[in-house]
C-alpha cells in the first residue's frame, strides 16, 4: 500500500471511530443523563477503547457539548429540508399538512427528544448548551417565515407578519405533541400524529388563508 493510500485509510479509521464514540456517546447520554454518564460505559458502547474516547474528545464535557452540537445540525438540517418543500404551485392545504407532518416527526424523533431532554436536564450547567437548541428553533422559524412571506406575495396566504405567522403554526404544531406525548415520554402513533398536524394546519389557515 502507498504512503498516501495509508494516510487515507488511517483518516478514514480515525474518522470511523470518531463517529461511533459520538454516537454511542448520545446513546448513553439519553439513557442515563450527563452527571451519571461514564466514559467507560460509553466507551463499551462504541466497543473502543477508552483512552480513545480521551484521544478523540480529552474529556467528557467537550464529548458532551459536541454530542449536543450534532445534534442541533441533524435537527436543523431536517426541519429545513422540511421547510423547503414549502412551495407555491401546489395545492396548499395539502403541502401545508405534508411540511407539517414532517416538522412534526422531527419534533417527536427520538434524537430531537433526546436533545430537548438532556439540555434542558443541565441547562444550568451549560447555558450556552440552550443558545445552541434555541438558535435551530430561531433559523427554522426564519425559514418558514421566509416561506410564508412568499405564499402571501402570491396571493396563497394572507400574511401582514411572516415571522409572528411562523409563531404561531409552530405554536399549534408542536403545543399538542408536547401535551399528547407528555412531554416525550409516550411515543404518538403515525395517525394520531397526522390528525394533530391536519388539525394545527386547519388552524391557521382559518387565520391566515385568503
Known amino acids: 500500500m502507498s504512503t498516501a493510500n495509508s494516510r487515507s485509510a488511517s483518516t478514514r479509521g480515525r474518522i470511523d ?80 399538512r405534508e411540511v407539517g407532518l414532517q416538522l412534526a416527526q422531527c419534533y417527536c424523533a427520538a434524537e430531537a427528544r433526546a436533545l430537548r431532554q438532556l439540555v434542558c436536564a443541565q441547562a444550568a450547567r451549560f447555558p450556552d448548551l440552550v443558545d445552541i437548541v434555541t438558535g435551530v428553533q430561531h433559523r427554522a422559524g426564519r425559514a418558514l417565515a421566509d416561506r410564508l412571506a412568499r405564499l402571501s406575495l402570491s396571493g396563497r396566504l394572507r400574511v401582514q407578519d411572516p415571522e409572528l405567522a411562523a409563531a404561531h403554526f409552530t405554536a399549534l404544531l408542536i403545543a399538542p405533541l408536547d401535551t399528547q406525548s407528555r412531554w416525550g415520554t409516550r411515543v404518538i402513533p403515525d395517525a394520531e400524529l397526522r390528525a394533530l398536524t391536519d388539525s394545527a394546519v386547519d388552524t391557521f389557515l382559518r387565520a391566515f388563508g385568503q
Not at 467537550?62 to 395545492?91: C, W, Y
Open 17 to 96: 471511530k470518531q463517529r461511533a464514540v459520538m454516537t454511542a456517546a448520545l446513546t448513553v447520554f439519553a439513557r442515563v443523563g450527563y452527571a451519571q454518564a461514564r466514559v467507560d460505559d460509553i466507551a463499551a458502547e462504541a466497543k473502543v477503547a477508552k483512552a480513545t474516547v480521551y484521544s478523540h474528545f480529552g474529556d467528557k464535557e467537550t464529548l458532551f457539548r459536541q454530542a449536543v452540537q450534532a445534534l442541533s445540525d441533524t435537527a436543523l438540517t431536517a426541519n429545513l429540508a422540511a421547510i423547503e418543500q414549502l412551495t407555491d404551485g401546489d395545492e396548499l392545504p395539502t403541502r401545508l
